[in-house]
């Protein structure tokens, strides 16, 4: 089988060929633009009659695969005129790399391992959501412990403005998420006062809106 030139193919034909090594698995012309390596018809189909790529459309995008015969020209890199200058960076960089490989008797199979680890974006979205219950979980024991260490009216009831002092370090809007969570434990009741017209500004302005209700009291614990 005869070398394939890889100075002769164009810019983009060649990182596409990098790109899809380094991944080691097929991709979509999606992925391949996202590597600076979109394929357009004739560059996909001049890598296709080399013989260095397979096309299929199993869906709405083509898939690209490195072919054996792919495989062999990144491994054994060939250039008529090395002396031009993406032909030459090419060749240089895929023979080092061979070179560097043979050296610690590694192939390129064994080099490039396909990444099937999980999106990024969805790795930081269950890593920022548990640290969110984390946070969470140790308000709502500040919110217990600050209630404990505040007198108790009728029933263990004491004012959301009283808490919401002891609490003035956190975050509003996290401890208003904790108090509408914890509202629904068997233990905790969050109510509105009877006669609002006695609450003051400072009542009102402690108050949590739960459903329809604007609260003004909690009591945890009381039977």
Known sequence: ?????LSQLKPVEARALIVLMTHARALTNKELSQAGAELKSENHQ??????LV?????GRSNVFDLTDRGWQALRE??????????????LSLL?????CLDRVKISHGEFFVPDLSPPKTAVAKARTAKTEASALKDVKACIRAAYEGLPKGPGGYIGLADLRDELSGLDRKVVDLALTEMS?????HVTP?????SLTKRDRDAALRIGE???????????
Do not use: C
Not at 54 to 58: A, F, N
């Open 54 to 58: 397979t096309v299929t459309k199993p």
């Open 184 to 188: 629904h434990e068997p233990d905790v």
């Open 95 to 99: 023979t080092t790399l061979q070179r």
């Open 1 to 5: 089988m005869s070398k394939v030139d």
């Open 77 to 90: 890199p060939y250039a008529s005129d090395p002396e031009a200058g993406a032909g030459k960076f090419l």
């Open 193 to 197: 006062v009877a006669n609002r017209k």
């Open 46 to 51: 001049q890598l296709s009659t080399l013989g």
């Open 213 to 223: 209700d604007e609260t003004s009291m909690i009591s945890i614990g009381a039977s």
